[in-house]
């Protein structure tokens, strides 16, 4: 007998004071995913944005926040950590750095950890992609919980993008 996996839902997040956890199963092979998440144009393209160069370890990138009107002028900084082909991409960037007022590099950055694991949806190749991102108990006090609360709405919409990329994007 076998069973199969139920249709996708809504991502599932798990949320603790230091770290929002998305869990996502997403309708395609995690080759095609993978390439969503680490080729720099397609993730620009699904994360709305556009960053300056290739994640390869040690690259100190630049992005914009294309997502909505109030934040189009945002520019934000990441260091690509890791990048474990077909497995694990990882980033540490400033999390809602929206304020002109704040000078966000004397803060310490949050890490952000794509993990891609192997599955199946209806018979077909499928990718659980966990999202995480720790570190907000290290941020300042006066800035931890909008970021964190905006953050983990953020990443909500994120999965939904992604999801919906690979599916229009075979």
Known sequence: MTTSNPAPAAPVTEIYSDRIIKNLTLK??????????SDYKEFGTWFHTELDGPFVEGNELTGSCGCSEEYANIRFNMKVERVRPEGELAFRWHP???DPAIDYSLEPRTLVEFTLRETTLDGRAATQLTIVESGFDKLPPERREIAFRMNN???????DNIMAYVDANP
């Open 28 to 37: 395609a092979p995690r080759s095609r995913v993978w390439r969503a998440l």
């Open 96 to 98: 809602f750095p929206v």
């Open 153 to 159: 709405g953020g990443w909500d919409e994120q999965g």
